[in-house]
């Protein structure tokens, strides 16, 4: 916290798309840094999560929503992998990470594991 509010870490990626194709994402892969959990007697800084979600309609909202573990205390690199997020059309998406634990925090790499559809 700062001054008594929480800070909270967020990341909105760019819109990805194939336009004109409606495609498929498989699969994501995010190389979180971590840096540490820390000793704490709230679960969220000692086992931090990373909330994941993402939108269809450029920001405008975003959808379901998904946690992954960021590692125990001590853990420097994390990669999160999620799987089966659907059918996207020529909008594309954006994900979004978001995380408040008291951890250090960055994302390094991101990858998309997705399959093109016919029209």
Known sequence: TAHGEEINYAITIPTVHMQPHRFRVNALWA???TGVGVASVTD???N???RIDYTKDG???FGPTRYA???AQGQRF???KERSFGIFDHNGVAFR???SAAVAKGMQNLHL???KLAA
């Open 31 to 33: 190389d979180a840094l």
């Open 44 to 46: 969220a800084d000692a």
């Open 48 to 50: 931090p999560k990373m």
């Open 59 to 61: 920001g405008n909202s």
């Open 69 to 71: 573990d960021l590692g």
């Open 78 to 80: 994390k990669r999160i």
């Open 97 to 99: 990470f978001q995380c």
């Open 113 to 115: 594991d997705a399959d």
